[in-house]
């Protein structure tokens, strides 16, 4: 088997993996997207900008309740105006990125930093 195929092999499975469940969601690119969304849903600390304001947190939440809950927003299913604002423009690629990355960040380890 030359390199070439091993690597896609590797990708593919890697991909698998991350699947969400079709698409191959890619969490590095998840971090970038999701700076905006770290605004509010702050992954290292959970402190909101807005001290009065209650976020959930989604770091360490499941990537496809991520995805699902994005995709309620996004069609209005799930009302929620800044929510609709955040969501409307993204794709099901972006979403599954962003929910691979909030899926991948510890909600531990964010705990323990926040002491
Ligand atoms: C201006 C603040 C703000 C920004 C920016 C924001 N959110 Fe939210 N988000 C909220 C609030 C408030 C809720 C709770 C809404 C509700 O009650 O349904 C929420 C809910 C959610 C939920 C549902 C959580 C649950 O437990 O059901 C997800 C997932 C989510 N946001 C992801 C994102 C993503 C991804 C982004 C960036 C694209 C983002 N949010 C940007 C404030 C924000």
Not at 29 to 51: D, F, I, L, R
Not at 70 to 85: F, I, P, V, W
Request: aromatic share 6%; net charge positive; glycine share 6%.
């Amino acid at each position: 088997m030359t390199i070439k195929k091993r690597l896609a092999i590797a990708g593919l499975s890697l991909g698998c993996l991350l699947a969400l469940p079709a698409l191959a969601a890619d969490a590095a690119k998840g971090k970038v997207k999701a700076e905006t969304c770290t605004g509010c849903h702050a992954v290292a600390s959970y402190q909101n900008v807005y001290p009065t304001y209650n976020v959930p947190k989604v770091a360490g939440q499941h990537a496809e309740y991520i995805v699902a809950a994005l995709k309620a927003y996004k069609s209005g299913e799930r009302a929620h105006q800044t929510m609709h604002a955040n969501a409307i423009n993204l794709s099901d690629e972006d979403m599954a990125d962003i929910a691979a990355y909030f899926a991948s960040v510890a909600p531990g380890a964010a705990a323990a930093a926040a002491k």
